[in-house]
């Protein structure tokens, strides 16, 4: 890029130091090339920007008021030149739920994408579920990945925008809203409870930190199940699990998430409940207006790692990697 700013630090350089022989040293150029680059910066701007004497240099009055300007100038084209290196290279970004970084399929996506694309400069950044469609909308994500409920109308924070249309989903993976239930609880000797048998049964419940749309939608089977909702003190999928194993209660499992290492897993016993027919989708989100080969690239890629993950995985399954 031609965003020549030499002129300008050799000037701010040579006021700083006071000295024309110290300023070419610390540029790595020669006095000679230094005192001509200021002297046709002094004939492009019309004025003198040091008096020049056999013992010293000082700043011009001009070169006083002109000296905030030319710093100015050299940060200014900085951002400019790391702006284009950013357009140029076309980083692309992806906003991912805090939770998910404990998916190992979402996980496994994002290792296969950068081992299969290791020239694509790649941000993850974590979001809250409702921010990642308010940066998605303005720009600031090329893709989401979190989780979702199937239902049939969405009744989600995206709505609020206006702007549902202007997104399209893909859906990684699907599993099942599940019970996980201490080995020892009645619930645990059933095959497939059904909704009856939650009938004033305590079960931990999942927060709002997992999205409105889906802890509304799980909530109300829980509420037309009879069974009294727990809040726990933390209310993510894998600490809400947690809490339930120390108060041996049953708890919401959305199927994506694997028992934390410090409960044993043969404490606890997955149940699908009868009549609870509700996905939880691993979806990847973008928007329709955003978009560049980058963002295609990684596209494909959860389609393939989609087709793959169907083959290779089921509930409680191993990742293809």
Known sequence: MDLDVRPYRAFVSIAEKGSFSAAANSLHVSQPALSAQIRELERRLGFALFTRTSRNVALTREGELFLGNARRIILETEYIKQAARDIATKPLRIGAAHFSALIPARTGLLEAFMRGHPEVSL??????????????????????????????????????????????????????????????????????????????Q?????????????????????TASGAERLRVPEGDAVSAIRYAALRRLPVVDLGWFPIPADVQEESMVVREIENW?????????????????????????????????????????????
């Not at 950044?125 to 909308?137: I, N, P, T, V, Y």
């Open 277 to 321: 027919n509700l996905a939880i989708n691993l979806v990847v989100v973008r928007s329709r207006l955003h978009r560049h080969s980058a963002l295609d690239g990684f596209w494909n890629a959860a389609q393939t790692y989609a087709s793959r993950m169907g083959e290779e995985s089921d509930i409680g399954g191993r990742w293809p990697t």
């Open 123 to 200: 941000s993850i950044s974590g979001r809250q579920h409702a921010q990642l469609f308010e940066d998605l909308h303005t720009g600031a994500i090329d893709a989401a990945i979190t989780l979702e409920p199937q239902v049939s109308v969405a009744t989600s924070a995206v709505e609020d925008h206006g702007a549902e249309e202007r997104l399209e989903r893909f859906v990684v993976g699907s599993r099942h809203l599940s019970l996980r239930v201490p080995r020892e609880h009645r619930l645990a000797d059933l095959a497939v409870p059904s909704d009856e048998a939650l009938k004033g």
């Open 202 to 222: 305590c079960v931990c419940m999942i927060s709002r930190v997992h999205g409105i749309l889906l802890t509304e939608t799980v909530s109300r089977l829980l």
